[in-house]
C-alpha cells in the first residue's frame, strides 16, 4: 500500500527531527526541508499527498510557499504550524488556502487527526466533482479555476484560493442544493463555528463580484446550505 507523502517544512532543527520520526514510525513518508527559499523545490521534487508548512521561516514564510504551491497544485491539502496566536494572522492563513492552522506547542496525535482530516476532505467531501475545464463561462463572466481568476468585460479579477475553490464547488454542483457542511468539511476540513462564519464572508463576497449579472444568483436555503442558479 502506497505511504501517504508529507512535505514537511520545518527551520528548528529540534522540532523537525521528533516530527519526522513520529510521522514516519506510524507509517508515513516525511521529505524534510528546513529553507522556506528551497521549499517550492522541493515541492515539484517530491510531489507530495500534504503539506505541513511552519509560517516562520528563513528566506521565505510559509504564507508565501503556500501561495506558489496552490498555483501548482491548487487542491492539495495545506496544514499550517505557527506559534503565533493573533487572529488576523489565521485568517491570513485561511485566505492563502490553508486547510486548516495548527498552533504551537501541539501533539503529535493532534497533527495526525488534522493530516487525516485533511486528506479524507480531498478524497470525500460528499460533493459532485470533476475535471474542471481551464475555463467556465456562466452568465458574462469567465471564471478559470486554474489561475482563480473571473473576468467581466475585459476586467479581470484574481480569487483568492478559498474564493476559487467555492466558486468552482457551486459551479459544479449548479441547481442543487448544497449543504453547509459540506462545503466547510470539502474546504476547511471542519464545520466549526469560526469556518462557518468565515463560509458566510466568502458567500458575501463572491455575490459581490457576481451581482452585475442578475442571471446568476447564490441562493441561501435557510438552514440548509446555497444553490447556485445560473438562467
Same mark, same amino acid.
Given at each position: 500500500?502506497?505511504?501517504? #507523502?508529507?512535505?514537511?517544512?520545518? +527551520?528548528?532543527?529540534?522540532?523537525?527531527? @521528533?516530527? #519526522?520520526?513520529?510521522?514516519?514510525?506510524?507509517?508515513?513518508?516525511?521529505?524534510?526541508?528546513?529553507?522556506?527559499?528551497?521549499?517550492?523545490?522541493? &515541492? %515539484?521534487?517530491?510531489?507530495?499527498?500534504?503539506?505541513?508548512?511552519?509560517?516562520?521561516? *528563513?528566506? $521565505? +514564510?510559509? &504564507?508565501?510557499? !503556500?501561495?506558489?504551491?496552490?498555483?501548482?497544485? *491548487?487542491?492539495?491539502?495545506?496544514?499550517?504550524?505557527? !506559534?503565533?496566536?493573533?487572529?488576523?494572522?489565521?485568517?491570513?492563513?485561511?485566505?492563502?488556502?490553508? =486547510?486548516?492552522?495548527?498552533?504551537?506547542?501541539?501533539?503529535?496525535?493532534?497533527? @495526525?487527526?488534522?493530516?487525516? %482530516? !485533511?486528506?479524507?476532505?480531498?478524497?470525500?467531501?460528499?460533493?459532485?466533482?470533476?475535471?474542471?475545464?481551464?475555463?467556465?463561462?456562466?452568465?458574462? &463572466?469567465?471564471?478559470? *479555476?486554474?489561475?482563480?481568476?473571473?473576468? %467581466?468585460?475585459?476586467?479581470?479579477?484574481?480569487?483568492?484560493?478559498?474564493?476559487?475553490?467555492?466558486?468552482?464547488?457551486?459551479?459544479? =454542483?449548479?441547481?442543487?442544493?448544497?449543504?453547509?457542511? +459540506?462545503?466547510? %468539511?470539502?474546504?476547511?476540513?471542519?464545520?466549526?463555528?469560526?469556518?462557518?462564519?468565515?463560509?458566510?464572508?466568502?458567500?458575501? $463576497?463572491?455575490?459581490?463580484?457576481?451581482?452585475?449579472?442578475?442571471?446568476?444568483?447564490?441562493?441561501? @436555503? $435557510?438552514?440548509?446550505?446555497?444553490?447556485?442558479?445560473?438562467?
Amino acid at each position: 500500500m502506497k505511504k501517504t #507523502k508529507i512535505l514537511y517544512v520545518e +527551520d528548528e532543527v529540534f522540532l523537525a527531527r @521528533i516530527v #519526522k520520526e513520529s510521522l514516519e514510525s506510524r507509517g508515513y513518508e516525511v521529505v524534510l526541508e528546513m529553507d522556506g527559499a528551497d521549499a517550492i523545490t522541493q &515541492f %515539484n521534487k517530491c510531489d507530495p499527498d500534504i503539506c505541513v508548512l511552519d509560517i516562520m521561516l *528563513p528566506n $521565505k +514564510d510559509g &504564507f508565501t510557499i !503556500a501561495e506558489e504551491i496552490r498555483e501548482t497544485n *491548487p487542491g492539495i491539502p495545506i496544514i499550517f504550524l505557527t !506559534a503565533k496566536t493573533q487572529t488576523t494572522d489565521l485568517v491570513k492563513g485561511f485566505n492563502m488556502g490553508a =486547510n486548516d492552522y495548527i498552533r504551537k506547542p501541539f501533539s503529535m496525535e493532534e497533527l @495526525i487527526v488534522r493530516i487525516e %482530516n !485533511a486528506l479524507r476532505s480531498k478524497h470525500n467531501n460528499g460533493l459532485q466533482t470533476a475535471e474542471t475545464k481551464d475555463e467556465i463561462t456562466m452568465g458574462h &463572466f469567465t471564471f478559470n *479555476p486554474h489561475r482563480q481568476t473571473l473576468v %467581466n468585460n475585459e476586467e479581470e479579477r484574481k480569487l483568492s484560493f478559498r474564493e476559487s475553490e467555492l466558486l468552482r464547488l457551486l459551479y459544479e =454542483n449548479r441547481e442543487r442544493v448544497i449543504d453547509r457542511k +459540506d462545503i466547510l %468539511n470539502a474546504l476547511w476540513g471542519s464545520d466549526s463555528f469560526f469556518n462557518s462564519r468565515t463560509l458566510d464572508v466568502y458567500v458575501t $463576497k463572491l455575490r459581490g463580484y457576481l451581482k452585475s449579472d442578475p442571471a446568476l444568483e447564490i441562493i441561501t @436555503i $435557510k438552514g440548509v446550505g446555497y444553490r447556485f442558479v445560473m438562467e
